[in-house]
Every structure is written in structure tokens, then in C-alpha cells.
């Protein structure tokens, strides 16, 4: 607004962030009223002085406020050492080599933590040869069949728990893939043409089907008795 003047009802940024200008002026500061000229409405201003010196106030007052809190001591607060100490605590206790035990608890906890769609568990049990609903979720988590994963040597348990991890990834799965050595985007050319030669075959064997099948004889039209 011209004239040195700024609307009650105006955002300003003096403050640093965005405010009414009504909102940084003190509560009995008596604003200006100025008729619009071309409405003839009554518009409530402040002087741009008077803004100026209420942001000023207000940023002297937050800093202020700032010296005066007392600082946060210095090193870890009690949770984190805590975790400090229980995560040291781990290394110390973990034995020389991680037997079978430990890797059948790691599993489990793996199968806990992920995430993975019960749709998609259908892979994990197609590749270890288990029925269909073998591995499930459920909104309260779900859980390993113990004795299919019972019976899984060292490897496959490790490949377990990579599968799992991998279902549960989703867009960021391919850092998995790379260790394996695999390309996702290459695999996926090799599904889509291995589907397109098998609807090919498809249509073919329908085709042959259609052609081997004996046509019916076809009746001739009766003749009509003579009057």
C-alpha cells in the first residue's frame, strides 16, 4: 500500500516468517483508517514504522529467550547410550561362529520384521517346493511353518531369509538382484518373450485342432414331391 502504510490484514515477512501484520503489532496499538478511493471502503493500516518497530521487538525477544535456555549437555542422552551399551553388549555375547540355532531365530525375526504381501509369499513357497499357503501373513504378522523350515540345511535358510527381504524392498529390490548377479529389467524381457512364444504355440495348437477335426457331411436339400 502507497503513503507508508501497510493493511492490518496484510502477510508480512520482517519477522522472518509469514504473518499477519495485525499478529507482530502490540495488542493496543491504535491503527490508521483510510477510506479506499475507489470502494470508499474503510481500511484499518499500520504505518510501515510502527510494523517495523513491533518485528524489531519480537525478534529481540526471541533472542533473548534463546540465551536465557540453558544449553543441552554435551555427549549422549540415556537412551542413546543405551543403545550403545546393548549393541556392545550383542558383539560381546555372540559366539565364534553363528550355529543353526541362531540362523532359525534370525529367520524368524526376518519374517517378523518384513513387510512382504501375503501375494507374494506364493514365490518363497513355490521355490522350496511347499504347498501354496504354506508361508502366510496376516495384519498380526504371521508366521513361518517351523516344520517345512526345520528342515532346511544352513544355505537354504540364509537363502530364506534373502528371499524375504528381497519380496519386502519393492522399488529398491535390485541391490539384492546385484548380488546374485541378476538384471531384473533382462529377466523381464526374457518373461515377456517366453509368454508371447507360448501364446503362439497356443494359437497354433488351436488351429491344428480346428483343421484335424472331421468335417460333417452335409445332407442335400430334400426334393419337393411332384403334384
Do not use: N
Not at 512364444?197 to 414331391?225: D, E, N, Y
Amino acid at each position: 500500500m502507497e503513503g507508508g502504510y501497510v493493511a492490518l490484514d496484510a502477510t508480512t515477512y520482517v519477522t522472518g516468517g509469514s504473518k499477519k501484520v495485525s499478529a507482530i503489532l502490540p495488542a493496543d496499538y491504535k491503527p490508521v483508517l483510510i477510506q479506499h478511493p475507489a470502494t470508499g471502503r474503510i481500511i484499518k493500516v499500520a504505518t510501515q514504522q510502527a510494523v517495523a518497530a513491533a518485528a524489531g521487538r519480537k525478534t529481540a525477544a526471541r533472542s533473548s529467550g534463546a540465551i536465557a535456555r540453558p544449553a543441552k549437555p554435551k555427549g549422549p542422552d540415556d537412551d542413546e547410550q543405551l543403545l550403545d551399551r546393548l549393541v556392545d553388549l550383542m558383539h560381546l555375547k555372540s559366539p565364534e561362529k553363528f550355529g543353526r540355532a541362531w540362523l532359525r531365530a534370525l529367520a524368524d525375526q526376518v519374517f517378523q520384521t518384513c513387510h512382504v504381501r501375503g501375494d507374494h509369499l506364493r514365490a518363497v513357497a513355490k521355490a522350496f517346493g511347499w504347498p501354496a499357503g504354506a508361508v502366510s501373513t496376516s495384519w498380526y504378522g504371521g508366521r513361518l511353518p517351523k516344520a517345512l523350515v526345520d528342515k532346511l540345511d544352513d544355505r537354504r535358510l540364509v537363502l530364506l531369509m534373502f528371499d524375504l527381504v528381497f519380496l519386502d524392498r519393492g522399488y529398491d529390490r535390485g541391490k539384492i538382484l546385484a548380488l546374485f548377479g541378476i538384471k531384473e529389467s533382462a529377466e523381464r524381457d526374457w518373461v515377456i518373450a517366453e509368454r508371447k512364444k507360448a501364446a503362439a504355440l497356443a494359437r497354433a495348437a488351436r488351429t491344428a485342432k480346428a483343421s484335424a477335426a472331421p468335417k460333417k457331411a452335409v445332407k442335400p436339400a430334400a426334393k419337393g414331391k411332384k403334384k
